[in-house]
């Protein structure tokens, strides 16, 4: 079997391969254990910077705290850390914490 095939569907990997691709499997045992996504917060606003711009990963809207949210009556300066519990989505009612920190 050619080191970069898939297995077919269904077979087995040997025991201590890598059952994407065949091979030995990659050694995780240094590797920090990631919650949740890259980019994402989640909900922690200890993180968040006071100037920090996150996009909604439903819509993509941006909340720059330079700008503010006029829909939801926040006004610039606001830093995403210090909106309002309610305070959600403008564009599509995404959660706050379903938000990817852009910087």
């Not at 040997?14 to 920090?32: C, F, I, K, M, V």
């Not at 100037?51 to 700008?67: F, H, N, Q, T």
């Not at 300066?77 to 309002?84: D, V």
């Amino acid at each position: 079997m050619n080191p970069h095939t898939p297995p077919l569907r269904g077979s087995l990997p040997p025991e201590g391969a890598d059952p994407a691709w065949g091979g030995p499997a990659p050694d995780r045992s240094n590797t920090a254990r990631f919650e949740g996504f890259e980019g994402s917060y989640l909900g922690n606003r200890d993180v968040l910077r006071p100037g920090s711009r996150l996009e909604c990963k439903i819509c993509w809207w941006v909340y720059d705290p330079a700008v503010g949210d006029p829909q939801w009556q926040i006004p610039a300066g606001t830093p995403f850390a210090e909106l309002p519990p309610h305070w959600r989505c403008p564009h599509c009612d995404c959660d706050p914490e379903q938000f990817l920190m852009l910087e």
